[in-house]
T-cell receptor
Framework: DTAVSQTPKYLVTQMGNDKSIKCEQNLGHDTMYWYKQDSKKFLKIMFSYNNKELIINETVPNRFSPKSPDKAHLNLHINSLELGDSAVYFCASSQGFGQETQYFGPGTRLLVL | DQQVKQNSPSLSVQEGRISILNCDYT??????FLWYKKYPAEGPTFLIS?????DKNEDGRFTVFLNKSAKHLSLHIVPSQPGDSAVYFC???????????????FGKGTLLTVNP
């Protein structure tokens, strides 16, 4: 059973396009996250939702818009894709907020041409 | 501004020996520390954690040591096995400067290779 799943696993697209990445967790967790791992290999938090409400919004361009239709899903929509958006995007979830272990999905490898 | 540093990008050890992965942090407000293991083309997998009120946590072959005064933690794997070959990320949890958002800050990772 996959705990945190993401689709698609790979995404190759042209600059200027709009794309979405979907994330689902079946762990019954209340909190979900989006991370970006760039070419320098740093994993950086982008957004966090707790019970469908946005609680962390790091300095991310407003071309990135997360949406949480319910506690088990957190999708990431990206408008007007740029070359610098090429990265691996990881979804994660945790039971609560604070000192809670986060469980990661397999990642979505986005390449913008 | 790297608040969590893993200064060794790679480490190679022989099967059966001890692997020691190191991590340094700068923010004294971090109160929770984790190690994640990552295989290629997969997401990070939680390995072990430690709260700042402890100095050691052990789980099977994995032990994490925390030295708060030195702002240093380490992961010991003994005995090392070829299946342990992966990238290991250190992460530290704490509230941001505003005090309202709790988040994890990750290091760049250390590639561990365990040779048979």
């Amino acid at each position: 059973d996959t705990a945190v799943s993401q689709t698609p696993k790979y995404l190759v697209t042209q600059m200027g396009n709009d794309k979405s990445i979907k994330c689902e967790q079946n762990l019954g967790h209340d909190t979900m996250y989006w991370y970006k791992q760039d070419s320098k290999k740093f994993l950086k938090i982008m957004f966090s939702y707790n019970n469908k409400e946005l609680i962390i919004n790091e300095t991310v361009p407003n071309r990135f818009s997360p949406k949480s239709p319910d506690k088990a899903h957190l999708n990431l929509h990206i408008n007007s894709l740029e070359l610098g958006d090429s990265a691996v995007y990881f979804c994660a979830s945790s039971q609560g907020f604070g000192q809670e272990t986060q469980y990661f999905g397999p990642g979505t490898r986005l390449l913008v041409l | 501004d790297q608040q969590v540093k893993q200064n060794s990008p790679s480490l190679s050890v022989q099967e059966g020996r001890i692997s020691i992965l190191n991590c340094d942090y700068t923010n004294s407000m971090f109160d929770y520390f984790l190690w994640y293991k990552k295989y290629p083309a997969e997401g990070p997998t939680f390995l072990i954690s430690i709260s700042s009120i402890k100095d050691k946590n052990e789980d099977g072959r994995f032990t994490v040591f925390l030295n708060k005064s030195a702002k240093h933690l380490s992961l010991h794997i003994v005995p090392s096995q070829p299946g342990d070959s992966a990238v290991y990320f250190c992460a530290a949890g704490g509230f941001d400067s505003g005090g309202s958002n709790y988040k994890l800050t990750f290091g760049k990772g250390t590639l561990l290779t365990v040779n048979p």
